[in-house]
C-alpha cells in the first residue's frame, strides 16, 4: 500500500486519539517502526498488521461506551 494511505490513517489516529494511542497500536502491530513515510510503499502485510492493530484498539474503545 503507498504510504501516503498509511500516513493519513496515522494523522487521523494521532489527532483524534493522540500520539500515545498511535504508539500503542503500532507497538501491537510489531512492524519495528511506529511512523510511515508517505513516500514509500509498504506491503499488504506491514498495512493489514497495522490496520488489525487499529481495529483491536477501536473495538476495545466502543466497548467502553
Known sequence: M???????????????????????IMDTADLGFDQFEAMLIYTDEQ????????ERFSSAHCRRF
Open 2 to 24: 503507498h504510504g501516503l494511505i498509511n500516513r493519513a490513517i496515522q494523522a487521523f489516529v494521532v489527532s483524534t486519539y493522540g500520539e500515545e494511542r498511535w504508539v500503542d
Open 47 to 54: 498495512s493489514d498488521k497495522m490496520l488489525k492493530a487499529m
